[in-house]
């Protein structure tokens, strides 16, 4: 294991240590967790990144375009928010 010394803004250590308090853990696990996540979110992006230049998206709207045009189950339906505006495309 190594060590690194880390310059972290005190607005930012402040309340990173207020939250590790909270969790009842260690000023350093919460930092090496802290680390642990971001990688995993940024190897995970990547991931699906490469995953989707190599998909084949015609292949895939095909496969769409043969489902049944079929109302959702109970429970299923989506009931329009007004108050978010809906992306299409």
Request: proline share 6%; glycine share 4%; net charge negative.
């Amino acid at each position: 294991m190594s060590n690194y010394a880390l310059r972290v803004p005190d607005s930012l250590l402040s309340a990173a240590r207020r939250l590790a308090e909270a969790d009842n853990t260690s000023m350093n696990q919460f930092f090496v967790t802290a680390i642990a996540e971001k990688v995993s979110a940024m190897e995970t992006a990547k991931l699906f990144s490469q995953r989707g230049e190599n998909a084949d998206v015609a292949a895939h709207l095909a496969l769409l375009e043969q489902a049944p045009d079929l109302a959702p189950a109970a429970g299923d339906e989506i009931t329009p928010d007004p108050a978010k505006k809906q992306r299409l495309g």
